[in-house]
């Protein structure tokens, strides 16, 4: 069945970048799935981050993290993306790359049915 897998998490300092990468299990293509991803840290509520429809056209984030976080994906690649610029400390999280539903247009539509172990980030001097 379709696993999603998160990569690119690690230790960046106070203003610093990372790009998140997802992809699927072997044998999966993300081409038909609308993709999004989220954060959760232990004991807080998700919080959704981006959304991008499965042809790329139609992508949008939420309000907290616009202008800083930018969703793209590859099909030819089978990858999604999440580039994060301006980093601070209260993004430290996990961070999920998920299948999902709803409209991009809308956040408090987002819903997720699917989404991978997940990628650590820590901003910290």
């Known amino acids: 069945q379709l696993q999603l897998v998160e990569s690119g998490g690690g230790l960046v300092q106070p203003g610093g970048s990372l790009r998140l990468s997802c992809t699927a299990s072997v044998g999966y293509s993300l081409h038909s799935y609308k993709i999004g991803w989220f954060r959760q840290s232990p004991g807080k509520e998700r919080e959704g981050l981006s959304c991008i429809s499965s042809d790329g056209h139609t992508r949008n984030s939420a309000d907290s993290v616009k202008g800083r976080f930018t969703i793209s994906r590859d099909n030819d690649k089978n990858m999604v993306y999440l580039q994060m610029d301006s980093l601070q400390p209260e993004d430290t999280s996990i961070y999920y790359c998920?299948?999902?539903?709803?409209?991009?247009?809308?956040?408090?539509?987002?819903?997720?049915?699917?989404w991978g172990q997940g990628t650590e980030v820590i901003v910290s001097s």
């Open positions: 998920a299948r999902m539903s709803g409209y991009c247009s809308s956040p408090v539509s987002w819903r997720y049915d699917k």
